[in-house]
């Protein structure tokens, strides 16, 4: 595991590892914790056309991602596989199956649709059934752990009073219902997951939430235009008004925690049939962010939400910036908090814990979403680089 603020570093030898996904944002970190701080051979099975070009795409999104590593030193431990996980037997040819079957231990699936827009047949096909196939997978050879990425979107909301206070890693089964498919789809998977646990497959479930900016580089997901969090600054700059909510609280956390977290995880703890929540005990308010905005140089206006919600379409006729900032109808139904004190307690146990949310990890993200043009520079930016510590 790398060293990061508050994280205690582990190097350890980690065999082989089957890994899907490693062209997404978390998926691109995880292929740099797994190459750099340890010694596993690493096989990613990746769509496109051939070995040689996918090979190539991984490589230009590690770059992207960390442009002073020299990634030709690890091209010994990196293989990569063409593939089609929602196929059977993942789209391989037999002999290629047959040969993962019997050399991988580790099955990492970090792949999935998270766009949120499409048909949902397109979801349940690569959020669900990508997970039955590797089950199935996990099944045949050598003894295997699978280890699947989830989402803490599977809390979903109820149309009547929740029968349960909070939601907490063991929650699943509640009840609840789903506003798009995305989230059933990972709520269908989960529940794959535990039914084969009961059956005797070893590995775990990682719930993750709202995954933000590197905590060290401020640098973002490539497709950030993608990102709800990165939208909502951007409207903020772009209309120059905003809803005033102190009462709503986010928590991001940073993606290269996120990444070291399930693999510190996945390599120390006791990880048989378990679901953890990865994501920050640290939350900031919406004001905080606000005034993160503020002190970079940004002039955004706080007006009540009755008054937002009145005036913007008169004040704005920005109809991308306000479908963002104007609050969703689909936010309906009766919600449960969600917990994470039993990951978080394990974390601690292991030596890792989440680095607090600081004004100036804000404003390194600031810097990166300006640099790639998503955000336009504030007047004086370049006068006052480091914020004071306002969150």
Known sequence: MTDRPGQAPARRAAGGI????????LGTHMVHDLLTQSDATLTCLMRGESEERA???LLRKLTWYFPEIDWSAYAQRLRVLIADLSADELGLPRRAYEELAMTQ?????AAAN????????AFFRINTDSVAKLIEFAQRGVPKQLHHISTLSVVGYWNETPPIREFQEQNL????????????SKHRAEVLMRRAFEDGLSGAVYRVGYIGPHSVSGRFQQNIQENFVASYLRACVALGFAPYLPDVRVRV??????????????????????TYHVETGYDMSQYDIVRVLHASGYPVRLLPLHDFIEKAPRLSADSEALSVLIPSDRLTGQHVPIVSRQTQAELQRLGFEFPKCTSAWLGKFLEHAISVGFIEAPRFWNLAPVLPDLV
């Open 253 to 274: 956390t940073p993606v290269d925690t996120v990444a070291s977290g399930v693999l510190t995880l996945i390599k120390r703890a006791e990880t048989r049939g378990a």
């Open 18 to 25: 089957l890994l899907t996904g490693a062209t997404g944002y």
């Open 105 to 109: 231990r580790v099955i990492i699936h």
């Open 55 to 57: 090979r190539a795409g």
């Open 173 to 184: 089964e509640e009840g609840q219902v789903f506003p798009a498919a995305y989230a059933e």
């Open 114 to 121: 998270v766009s949120h827009v499409g048909a949902a047949s």
